[in-house]
Nanobody, 120 residues
């Protein structure tokens, strides 16, 4: 089973930036390369929100709430997915989770999450 580990969260002031990383292990390169991945987030009292997806290096999709501010990217050699977050707002405060949907299954795998807190 694939294992995903997120890092890069922390406390930042409004207007600041953070870069989240997701490193995948227990997956071969061909599976990692072919599998859709991305990020979602969840804050207390709010529904889980899909933030960004990436199906290839040039095929990305973003939630309306983060368009123009967040960028998702992928490094297949490092088996890593990144989320660059700029112009952060207090509303971005949440636990951010990395996910992968292996191309051969309908079940998503996800990591333990990393906390992002944006202060005003």
């Amino acid at each position: 089973q694939v294992q995903l580990v997120e890092s890069g969260g922390g406390l930042v002031h409004a207007g600041g930036s953070l870069r989240l990383s997701c490193i995948a292990s227990r997956t071969i390169l061909s599976v990692f390369t072919a599998s859709p991945m991305g990020w979602y987030r969840q804050a207390p009292g709010k529904e889980r929100e899909l933030v960004a997806t990436i199906t290839s290096r040039t095929d990305t999709r973003y939630a309306d709430s983060v368009k123009g501010r967040f960028t998702v990217s992928k490094d297949n050699t490092k088996r890593a997915v990144y989320l660059q977050m700029n112009s952060l707002e207090p509303e971005d405060t949440a636990v951010y989770y990395c996910y992968m949907r292996p191309y051969y299954t309908d079940r998503d795998s996800w990591g333990q999450g990393t906390q992002v807190t944006v202060s005003s």
